[in-house]
């Protein structure tokens, strides 16, 4: 099954580079109906083939051609709430969206665990399946407000021009540019972070598996509240405070972890953990929304996630090794210095050179051809 994990993620992160050109020029609302079939499809053809025996083979083939599919639908979904809602109520909505896939995420693996332990795990698979048609009845439902200008490319517009332009909107970007910067660093030393907590429960306190994953669950309520919070903490203090001040703290809790002694209070740190990067990741995403032309957003989105992913594999390989070496605690507390100091490097950037009152973030307008080079 590793070797099925590794090839979703392999052609999620492929798909990934070209999901905005694709998701800027076609029509966004029957492009996320069109990904929720495709995977209805392919997890629906498991059971099915199920049928007549396992048939392993097949895995290979759905799962990344569904981690593709997910990739895109990822990226369009982004897109489409600056369609659904006024500016003033993306960070809200985007916070209610959250909320409800991070209740997912609790519920799904536990309904799943329960439905394959009494009918085996095809029948799981044949339930996720299915949401997926329920999502696609509930997308044909939407009606989304024009966006304006037309993705399709210009005449003459070259293809790698089409396919720079969300990053080189992002170079341009005096708010977008420092911030996608300092998120591949926090990003690199956050993305092992779930290793290093369960090898100090395990190696260092002597918990079972079990305690493991009541911890694990219940970081998962952090996720929630820092999502019911996202939206008022940015109305109160604005973006700038509001990013600075979660991914600070997040820091402060991870060090907390390598301190902690007790499975209670590394359960406590590790849910501050989940909701502030939840309170930083809803506020970052609708930055993005705000000052982003429409034509534009995929690649914007595209890029934003490739170009802050980079070195995602790197930290977590340096996270891991380092506590293998150093200890759990020592790595954890390192890491969280490293973290809140690399959120205080934002006083020094175009992210607090804004307007406090209305939270008002410079546009950088695209240059010509941008737009349209979808």
């Known amino acids: 099954m590793g070797a099925v994990t590794a ?3 392999a052609a999620a992160l492929v798909t990934g580079v070209f999901a905005g050109v694709v998701v800027d020029r076609f029509d966004r609302r029957r492009l996320l109906v069109g990904c929720d079939l495709a995977r209805l499809l392919l997890y629906a053809s498991i059971p099915l083939a199920w049928l007549a025996g396992p048939q392993v083979w097949l895995l290979y083939l759905v799962l990344p051609l569904a981690s593709a599919f997910g990739m895109v639908f990822r ?3 982004v897109t489409v709430v600056p369609s659904l809602v006024p500016a003033e109520e993306i960070t809200r909505a985007n916070s209610r969206l959250f909320a409800a896939s991070s209740t997912a995420y609790l519920v799904g693996p536990a309904l799943a665990g329960l439905l394959s332990g009494r009918f085996g795990p095809t029948a799981a698979i044949a339930l996720d399946a299915a949401t997926f048609a329920v999502s696609a009845a509930v997308l044909l439902l939407l009606r989304l407000r024009p966006t304006g200008a037309s993705g399709r490319p210009e005449a003459g517009t070259r293809p790698m021009d089409v396919l720079l332009a969300g990053a080189r909107f992002i170079a341009r970007h005096p708010v977008l540019r420092p911030l996608t910067v300092l998120l591949t660093v926090l990003s690199s030393l956050t993305f092992g972070l779930t290793d290093v ?3 100090r ?3 260092d306190l002597g918990q079972s598996d079990g305690t493991v994953g009541y911890v694990l669950a219940v970081g998962i309520v952090g996720t929630l509240v820092g999502s019911v919070a996202a939206a008022r903490l940015r109305r109160r203090y604005g973006f700038a405070p ?9 820091g402060v809790a991870m060090a907390g972890i390598g301190l902690a002694g007790r499975v209670p209070l590394v359960a406590a740190a590790a849910t501050a953990v989940l909701g502030c990067t939840a309170v930083a990741g809803i506020v970052s995403m609708s930055l993005r929304q705000e000052v982003t032309p429409a034509p534009l957003l995929g690649r914007v989105t595209s890029a934003f996630w490739t170009l802050h992913s980079a070195l995602t594999p790197l930290g977590a390989a340096a996270l891991t090794t380092a506590a293998a070496g150093y200890g759990s605690a020592a790595t954890l507390i390192g890491a969280g210095v490293l973290c809140t100091a690399t959120a205080a490097t934002a006083l020094c950037t175009a992210l607090f050179r804004t307007s406090a009152e209305a ?3 410079p546009d950088a307008l695209p240059g010509r051809g941008e737009v349209g080079a979808a």
């Open 75 to 77: 990226v369009a979904h």
């Open 7 to 9: 090839l979703g993620g």
């Open 359 to 361: 939270d008002h973030v």
């Open 242 to 250: 509001t990013w600075t001040g979660a991914w600070a703290l997040c």
């Open 201 to 203: 429960l395990k190696h």
């Open 197 to 199: 907590v369960i090898y």
